[in-house]
């Protein structure tokens, strides 16, 4: 499967994630649902590239909030699988492992993987974990009930697969 990016989207993002955008293993997530409407690979997507746009306004590091952005759900099994208890509290465990299976992750990734579910998780330790935890449960809610934000709407235009 090829990820097909248009010229338009800030090659900066892309150059972030690319790594992780092409990667086999990870583009199995466009094979699990997520939030109802939406694949696990795309909301990913949305997280990153949300997670990226305000790492960049607030001054953080942009480059970690896009790659824990793309890793946070990363994980090979149908979330409705497990009891809703165990895939609150386990998930970031086993995205954690696999992003580690697959990527050479840092430290500050790793913790900001883990803590994404809070507060039904660890607190966050820094400022991009911060933004992702928040990021996540934004584009959870827009793409459940397909609110058109600005961002989802022109990204989802402008990545795609071929
Ligand atoms: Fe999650
Ligand atoms: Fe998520």
């Not at 939030?35 to 305000?54: D, E, G, I, P």
């Not at 895939?87 to 995205?95: E, M, T």
Request: hydrophobic share 40%.
């Amino acid at each position: 499967m090829d990820i097909v990016v248009s010229e338009e989207i800030d090659p900066g993002f892309i150059k972030c994630v690319r790594e992780i955008l092409h990667h086999e293993e990870y583009q199995k997530l466009t094979g699990y649902v997520q939030h109802k409407n939406s694949t696990r690979f795309m909301h990913c997507l949305n997280v990153a590239y949300l997670s990226w746009q305000m790492a960049r306004k607030m001054g953080c590091n942009e480059k970690t909030a896009a790659r824990v952005g793309m890793l946070h759900d990363f994980c090979l099994y149908d979330f409705s699988e497990k009891t809703e208890e165990a895939l609150v509290f386990h998930h970031p465990k086993v995205a954690a492992e696999t992003s580690q299976e697959y990527f050479e992750i840092s430290d500050k990734e790793r913790q900001a993987i883990l803590a994404h579910m809070f507060p039904l998780g660890p607190l966050p330790t820094s400022r991009e974990a911060w933004i992702v935890s928040f990021a996540d449960k934004l584009c959870a809610l827009t793409e459940r009930f397909r609110i058109q934000i600005a961002l989802n709407k022109k990204k989802r235009v402008l990545v795609g697969m071929a």
